[in-house]
């Protein structure tokens, strides 16, 4: 099982960034919360900041690691890892996907999701 870390940012209004897949890569075309795999060795933190510095060129914080998400695909399975996270310099620039975007959690359609990500939505539109 590969474990992977992904950021929940959310803005002053509520919204959250979402990252697009690019085309032809593994799950290309959906929307994902950004993040990446845990090097051996790393703590959630340290692997979550430098994915975000490495993708969207941001110094960011992890505040809280919420429950784990194991998801079984056709050649995978992966154990994905939420942390409420805020930023604290930069800019969100997409440089590993095809485009980022802010969302409220009801403007993002589950079905564009990547479907590991769908419970952890799930988790945020529960109060």
């Not at 960034?17 to 060795?41: I, M, T, V």
């Amino acid at each position: 099982m590969i474990s992977v870390v992904c950021a929940i940012i959310e803005d002053e209004a509520g919204r959250f960034l979402l990252a697009k897949r690019r085309e032809g890569k593994c799950l290309g075309g959906f929307w994902e919360f950004p993040g990446g795999k845990l090097e051996e060795g790393e703590s959630i933190e340290a692997a979550l900041t430098r994915e975000l510095q490495e993708e969207l060129l941001i110094q960011a914080e992890v505040f809280q690691i919420l429950e784990s998400v194991e998801y079984h695909y056709e050649k995978s399975s992966i154990c994905l890892i939420p942390c409420r996270t805020r930023i604290l310099s930069g800019i969100p620039t997409a440089l590993e996907h095809s485009e980022i975007g802010w969302f409220s959690v009801h403007e993002i359609d589950r079905s564009s999701l990547a479907p590991a990500d769908v419970p952890i939505l799930a988790m945020l539109a529960t109060p």
